[in-house]
Nanobody, 126 residues
Framework: QVQLIESGGGLVQAGGSLRLTCTASGRTSSQYAMAWFRQTPGKERQFVAR????????LDAASVRGRVTISSAEAKVTTYLRINNMSPDDTAVYYCASTEGDGSRSPYLPRNYDYWGQGTQVTVSS
């Protein structure tokens, strides 16, 4: 089992930046990748970015490309998501997720992740 805890959410003005943190505990050694998703009421959970532990390579969604950076301070334990130049469209609950997969499954689909945090609310005011 892996436990994930997000932090760093809050209220941000449009144009501002925010850094979210995901802290993992438990069987982190078995994890293949960690990702961030976001969700607004009535919508499906949306992929934001992912980091793969084998080579620290990253992916991000086209909708946020150029504005987000996913990084890690300690592999498989602490992951950050920095979002720049935020707009009200970035308002959502942000979740981190982790997978024990082998890379054969799409990284963009929530169902391909094994563990989830509780989420942290991010609100961007105009």
């Amino acid at each position: 089992q892996v436990q994930l805890i997000e932090s760093g959410g809050g209220l941000v003005q449009a144009g501002g930046s925010l850094r979210l943190t995901c802290t993992a505990s438990g069987r982190t050694s078995s994890q293949y990748a960690m990702a961030w998703f976001r969700q607004t009421p009535g919508k499906e959970r949306q992929f934001v970015a992912r980091i793969r532990w084998s080579d620290k390579s990253t992916l991000d969604a086209a909708s946020v490309r150029g504005r987000v950076t996913i990084s890690s301070a300690e592999a498989k334990v602490t992951t950050y998501l920095r979002i720049n130049n935020m707009s009200p469209d970035d308002t959502a609950v942000y979740y981190c997720a982790s997978t024990e997969g082998d890379g054969s499954r799409s990284p963009y689909l929530p169902r391909n992740y094994d563990y989830w945090g509780q989420g942290t609310q991010v609100t961007v005011s105009s």
